[in-house]
């Protein structure tokens, strides 16, 4: 059951990820050479870092959840966790990246 909630748990970081990657491309647009651009570089690789791991952590899961040798499947989990945390922690910082590119344009 863990597994298939690492699994949708995946499927949440990438989709907001890939509507954020045309938000950037408006922005990016709207604001071309005005100020920050550095954080929407920073945000459009934090977001195609996550959406990267994300899909990896899900093929991880997907090999978990078929049947795997024993000796595998810890180290699978580990790299499973480990991914989830950094698919997270770009999808965090690419958002916040977003958020403060956002704040400082319209201000």
Do not use: N, Y
């Not at 408006?26 to 996550?50: C, M, N």
């Amino acid at each position: 059951m863990r597994l298939v909630e690492a699994a949708h748990f995946q499927l949440h970081v990438t989709t907001p990820s890939s509507g954020s990657i045309v938000v950037l491309a408006t922005f990016a647009e709207k604001f071309k050479g005005q100020g920050h651009t550095w954080l929407l570089a920073l945000s459009a690789a934090g977001f195609i870092i996550a959406i990267a791991v994300a899909v990896l952590t899900a093929l991880t899961v997907i090999g978990l959840i078929h049947d795997v040798e024993p000796q595998q499947d810890a180290a699978m989990r580990r790299r499973s966790v480990v991914a989830g945390v950094l698919a997270a922690s770009a999808f965090a910082i690419a958002l916040a990246s977003l958020g403060i590119f956002a704040g400082c344009a319209f201000t």
